[in-house]
């Protein structure tokens, strides 16, 4: 197997194959021509044995000779490395054609001389440029004209010497005439056709390069703006944060000392002012943590929701006691999963169903879990004031509220940020509800890897 694949590569280093684009026409020609070298010399030296053979036994010595020099030039073709390519193909054709003839001219019509000269056109067309494709045809048509004119001059070797057989040989001749001709039409058709395939998919692989290479430049740009985000991040939580809370402070200050003097419309003001600056310190603290969430590497752990779920209630204790809230959770999984962006989104959906809930009815909250189609499904169920279904949309959308704040407070931006997350790790959240029945917040979770 060595030997063959070695063979096989010397003749396609002659052939200079490498040097050659894959995406040109001419390419596949000449790997054609180098495979039907490949597979022509060890197959003529099979057939040559039996063919000296028979030919000697027939008293045809000059046939052996032509068999013989017919193989070296096959051989010479193949791993002479001097030889050009366009060298290479016109002996190739010239080899078959002069076999072609030899056999017309020593055994006739009952030989295969024809099937030779219908070979050599068929390798004209495969191998040479499309504009040759008719050259074959008309070359076997004269060989077909100059044969019929030695057979009425009768001066052919054949043993039967048919000089009355020249309507014979034309009746013989027409069908490797109409074959050559019918070729030399149809299969640089074909060519055409794959040189514009190739054409088109290199046209295509420069394209997506170029888009590739616009991609790569805009990921770049992505990567700058992201570093600007950042920066901007580190501003927003610092140095923005610091004066409001010298406002805050200030204010405070103001309120304690002239507090006796100042009528309620001056503390009413006060309380505005203050009130303002600590809702833009939660803004802040929200859009810092909202542009975050694309930058955070999270790492997979094994994460016990119900565990997750007993930090939340502590987390929001206070807010529990104060509303006399009900939180039910029982028989949740442990998700091989991200840690941090999970317990993110429950606490966000936890605190959005506190917050909202109904002024009748004490919060009772409900969170738990199925396994469907691969993924977990948790759901958070509240008895809430409710959602209309045509704000489904428009409540995850960032700073958009379907209440005022004096209603209900917070920056409008907890469930942009749940949404956010889930977008992130390529999951779904979805809501169902209706106005004043309380609302389900479903989100899905996938597991990565091994599951408890």
Not at 76 to 98: D, E, N
Not at 161 to 182: D, K, M, Q, R
Request: aromatic share 14%.
């Amino acid at each position: 197997m060595g030997i063959w694949k070695r063979y096989k590569q010397h003749i396609k280093n002659n052939f200079c194959l490498d040097q050659i684009p894959i995406n040109n026409i001419h390419y596949w020609k000449t790997r054609l021509f180098a495979n039907a070298i490949i597979y022509t010399l060890p197959l003529s030296l099979i057939a040559y044995i039996p063919g000296v053979y028979y030919s000697w036994h027939l008293g045809l010595y000059s046939l052996v000779l032509i068999d013989t020099l017919a193989v070296l030039l096959i051989f010479l073709i193949g791993f002479l490395p001097t030889l050009s390519l366009q060298l290479r193909k016109a002996l190739f054709v010239f080899c078959v054609y002069f076999i072609a003839v030899t056999f017309v001219w020593l055994i006739g019509t009952s030989g295969p001389g024809l099937l030779y000269m219908l070979a050599a056109s068929y390798f004209c067309i495969l191998i040479f440029p499309n504009q040759y494709a008719f050259y074959p045809a008309f070359i076997n048509l004269a060989i077909c004209l100059v044969t019929a004119i030695i057979i009425s001059m009768n001066i052919l070797p054949w043993r039967e010497s048919p000089a009355h057989n020249v309507s014979e040989w034309f009746a013989v001749c027409t069908n490797l005439i109409f074959l050559g001709f019918t070729s030399s039409a149809l299969i640089p058709r074909v060519f055409n056709s794959l040189d514009r395939a190739l054409r088109m998919e290199q046209e295509m692989r420069i394209e997506r390069d170029r888009q590739n290479l616009m991609l790569e430049k805009t990921l770049e740009d992505l990567k700058v703006k992201n570093q600007e985000l950042e920066q901007f991040a580190f501003i927003a939580s610092h140095d923005l944060q610091e004066p409001l809370r010298m406002i805050t402070s200030f204010l405070g200050q103001i309120e304690k000392k002239y507090g006796d003097i100042l009528d309620d419309k001056g503390r009413q003001y006060i309380y505005f002012a203050s009130d303002g600056a600590k809702r833009m310190r939660q803004i802040i603290l929200d859009l810092l943590e909202y542009s975050r969430i694309d930058q955070t590497q999270f790492k997979p752990e094994f994460v016990d929701i119900g565990l997750l779920m007993d930090e939340i209630c502590i987390l929001h204790s206070k807010t529990i006691e104060e509303k006399s809230a009900s939180i039910h959770y029982q028989d949740l999984p442990v998700i091989h999963y991200y840690r941090a962006p999970l317990f993110q989104v429950l606490q966000n959906l936890i605190s959005n169903a506190l917050k909202y809930s109904h002024p009748d009815r004490k919060p009772d909250i409900t969170v738990s879990a199925i396994w469907k189609d691969k993924a977990w499904v948790i759901s958070v169920q509240d008895n809430g004031i409710g959602i209309e279904p045509a704000y489904f949309d428009k409540i995850f959308v960032l700073f958009e509220r379907l209440h005022s704040k004096h209603e209900y407070g917070g920056t409008g931006m907890g469930l942009a940020i749940v949404k956010k997350v889930m977008d992130s790790l390529q999951e779904r959240i979805w809501v169902e509800s209706e106005n004043g029945q309380g609302a389900i917040f479903h989100f899905t979770i996938e597991p990565i890897g091994s599951e408890v």
